[in-house]
Antibody
């Protein structure tokens, strides 16, 4: 049974870098059939696609987040990571990792999500 | 990027009734690359429909999707108590993938 679990600090200061890791169990992150994605949801609001990654290291980021996003993979640990730099209060959200079928979706398996609050 | 607009924002219905949710795209969605998700409070979204009309694994047949181009519909034939939730559409044919703002299906 595939399981994804997000981990990382729940509180980040403004202007700093948000760092999250998604640990994958029950399946290999090196599968050629899937991509691995990050999606976020501000409290009480809708979903926003952040970006995705293929096991080879190719990434596909949402231009709305410009160059602030870095998504990377560690195949030896079966994990992938998100770094979002220069955060502001607008980056406060529940962050989800997911296994997706293409570089932009859809997402068949999601982690439970982790709330990250940006505040001093 | 493609903007998706869902309607209505809220749908008030009783168990057993039929629900019809709409998703309209600002431009044609390539290859009918349109998905629907269900989200209940405190939970991650669950994939219901992909490719506009294909049900994901384990999804009951009371959920159906239709449409192409810029207009898509999710229909729930007979609402069960567990179906009262927020529903999102997503297009994944054009990068970046984008979501609609959601439709809340609430108990009348």
């Amino acid at each position: 049974q595939l399981r994804l679990q997000e981990s990382g600090p729940g509180l980040v200061k403004p202007s700093e870098t948000l760092s999250l890791t998604c640990s994958v169990s029950g399946g290999s992150i090196s599968s050629s059939s899937y991509y691995w994605a990050w999606i976020r949801q501000p409290p009480g609001k809708g979903l926003e696609w952040i970006g995705s990654l293929y096991y080879s290291g190719s990434t596909y980021n949402n231009p709305s987040l410009k160059s602030r996003v870095t998504i990377s993979v560690d195949t030896s640990k079966n994990q992938f990571s998100l770094k979002l730099s220069s955060v502001t209060a607008a980056d406060t959200a529940v962050y989800y990792c997911a296994r997706v079928w293409g570089s932009d979706g859809p997402g068949g398996h999601w982690g439970q999500g982790t709330l990250v609050t940006v505040s001093s | 990027e493609i903007v998706l607009t869902q309607s209505p924002d809220t749908l008030s219905l009783s168990p057993g009734e039929r629900a019809t949710l709409s998703c309209r795209a600002s431009q044609s969605v390539s290859a009918s690359s349109l998905a629907w998700y269900q989200q209940t409070p405190g939970q991650a979204p669950r994939l219901l429909i992909y490719g506009a009309s294909s049900r994901a694994t384990g999804i009951p047949d009371r959920f159906s999707g239709s449409g192409s181009g810029t207009d898509f519909t999710l229909t729930i034939s007979r609402l069960e108590p567990e179906d009262f939730a927020v529903y999102y559409c997503q297009q994944y044919g054009n990068s970046p993938g984008t979501f609609g703002q959601g439709t809340k299906v609430e108990i009348k």
